[in-house]
């Protein structure tokens, strides 16, 4: 960071400089055109995420016209085959079921990790641990969902008496799955906090964990918040392990132990088979697709905001 | 604060000691127990011969992954060729000539948000317009135009944080002898920045082989005749491939996907192994 703002030749517009300089012409007219050609990769971003939004939006519009917003947005039954009921709150609750529970356990325990690693542990156990999340957080997530219905649903049909499909798969392996993510990066918020902070508390007098609980997790409360919301994010748009393992009947309920379905699992689950294009139930993939968009977005953008408000801070 | 006896407070810190290192525990130890399950679930048909069989219907003991493998080659092959060069040169553009602009800002907005997208959501849009819109039909190079989309943002973080770690002096240097700011960028901050854009590269290729939605709803073709033969061929993929076998009923269908989940894993393992050695041998110290 340090680098970054002393004030160097290369941060001083150095191409209008040189552009004034002779042999001018052809090197400036050259340079010119790279910048463009780097410009426009750079532009990608705001094509892909437009595309994203406008081919959603227009397909939601779509929608609109055969079933209403109010319905669709009220709505406490989906049942798009038989009834021709699109009311999407099922799949949102469903969604929210599984993300809040995966955040339950993903979440402190992601926090601990990252104390640990920060405050406890030696530079050897570092050495493993750290590498180890990495691949944790590398294993693809259709290999989750297999290991969701392979170990975890036989022990919880027994236990619980829980569906062969049910929430609860869902829960427990999004909530290992995002163990990684919250740890590295509340990690990286308590390694802003300057360490002046945390050795002040100690001189006073308080143990390691009091100057932990209190100073330093308190000083980098908004990048742990932020670090949390980008979990849950993560929760909601997760696709496979749902898709696989929490089932694929819609219902009202806050049972984790009953097939439900997800947003993100309804997409994944109806786009495989050839659904004619224009159809009200093809359009209501990308309605449901677009309430997912604007969930994660939000999230994203409440995220990234904290985030950089502990850059700010101690920067 | 009212301060408790020491002793209650060592406890304490003892007690919270304990649970932090639970929570690494819990962590690594579900990831051992994960692998070992997976693997033992995996033995029984684990064998040599999956890797050149065709997937099929009815048999599991003659079913193979031949085709999932080469479509994931020509998936991740195609989607870096698309996205490296972009991501890189967008990373060069927000780090080397935009830094502290307002449209640096937005592209910079742009790139995470598109990072937070939901893999599935790119599927929808990969379907109307690739599949659809420009009508490619679901062949290698939808899929793989939807997967640039998905990996660019990370490419472009990757390059960036690479680029930021090259010294100022450096490009100082350069200017002062009178190259041009593009002459700089090419021959001296690029050259420096190699081995963090090779973690770029290898970033990209192991989100691109990981990803499993997007390719669902863009059109994969489950069981597979023939091996996929260019970009515009009929595709299936490695996660596709084992989520299709995830959902028939029979004991044998899941120990071929957990089969081909340890192949899967082997590949991912191999190429990030392969990368770190080639990193640590390419890294400079400044």
């Known amino acids: 960071m340090a680098a970054t703002q002393t004030p160097t030749l290369s941060r001083m517009r150095v191409p209008r400089l040189l552009s004034s300089l002779p042999p001018g012409g052809a090197w400036r007219r050259g340079e010119a055109l790279i910048r463009l050609a780097l410009f426009a990769a750079a532009s990608f971003a705001i094509f892909a995420t437009v595309a994203i939004g406008g081919v959603l939006l227009f397909e939601t519009l779509g929608f609109f016209q055969h079933v209403s917003a109010w319905n669709f947005f009220t709505g406490l039954s989906w049942s798009p085959d038989i009834e021709g009921l699109f009311g999407v709150v099922p799949l949102v609750t469903a969604t929210l079921l599984v993300a809040g529970g995966s955040a339950l356990i993903g979440i402190p325990i992601g926090l601990a990790a990252a104390v640990y690693l920060r405050e406890y542990a030696p530079a050897k156990v570092r050495a493993i641990v750290k590498p180890a999340l990495e691949v944790l957080a590398g294993i693809p997530t259709v290999v989750y969902g297999f290991f969701a219905i392979l170990t975890i649903s036989p022990i919880l049909q027994r236990w619980f008496g829980a569906d062969f499909f049910n929430g609860m798969n869902a829960i427990i392996v999004i909530g290992i799955m995002i163990i990684p993510l919250v740890s590295s990066l509340s990690e990286d918020a308590l390694t802003a906090v300057p360490v002046e902070l945390r050795d002040g508390a100690l001189a006073l007098g308080a143990t390691r964990f009091e100057a932990m609980s209190g100073v330093v997790v308190r000083a980098a409360f908004s990048g742990i918040v932020a670090s949390f919301i980008l979990a849950f994010s993560r929760a909601i748009g997760e696709t496979m392990v749902v898709a696989i393992a929490a089932g694929a009947t819609p219902q009202l309920t806050l049972d984790p132990f009953r097939s439900i379905e997800t947003m993100t699992a309804f997409i994944a689950i109806r786009s495989t088979g050839d659904l004619p294009v224009g159809s009200v139930l093809f359009q209501s993939l990308f309605a449901v697709g677009f309430t997912l968009f604007l969930m994660t977005l939000a999230l994203n953008a409440l995220s990234s905001r904290l985030m950089a408000r502990v850059r700010e801070v101690y920067a | ?286």
């Open chain 2, 1 to 286: 604060m009212r301060l408790r006896s020491l002793r209650v407070r060592h406890a304490k810190e003892r007690i919270f000691q304990g649970a932090f290192l639970a929570g690494i525990a819990v962590a690594l130890g579900s990831l051992a127990f994960f692998l070992a399950d997976i693997l033992a679930e995996a033995w029984p048909a684990l064998r040599p011969e999956i890797l050149v069989s065709f997937p099929s219907f009815q048999d599991p003991t003659r079913a193979g992954i031949a085709p999932a493998i080469v479509g994931s080659l020509w998936l991740v092959g195609m989607t870096l060729l698309f996205s490296l060069p972009l991501g890189v040169a967008a990373g060069i553009y927000l780090e080397e000539y935009a830094r502290r602009s307002r449209l640096a800002r937005l592209l910079q907005a742009g790139v995470a948000n598109l990072a937070g997208v939901p893999s599935v959501v790119f599927g929808l849009l990969g379907l109307m317009l690739f599949v659809r819109g420009l009508d490619l039909g679901p062949v290698v190079l939808a899929g793989a135009l939807t997967l640039t989309m998905l990996v660019f943002p990370y490419v472009v973080i990757t390059t960036q944080e690479a680029i930021r770690a090259v010294p100022a002096s450096l490009r100082d240097g350069s200017l002062a002898l009178g190259a041009t700011h593009w002459q700089t960028v090419r021959r001296q901050v690029i050259p420096a920045a190699a081995p963090g854009l090779l973690t770029a590269a290898i970033l990209a290729a192991s989100r691109a082989m990981g990803e499993t939605a997007p390719l669902i709803v863009i059109g994969a073709v489950v069981f597979m005749k023939f091996l996929p033969y260019g970009p515009d061929s009929p595709f299936i993929a490695l996660p596709v491939q084992i989520y299709a076998w995830t959902g028939l009923p029979q004991d044998e269908w899941r120990s071929l996907a957990a089969a081909a989940i340890v192949v899967f894993l082997g590949i991912l393992l191999s190429v990030n192994l392969g990368a770190i050695l080639l990193r640590g041998k390419l890294q400079r110290r400044w």
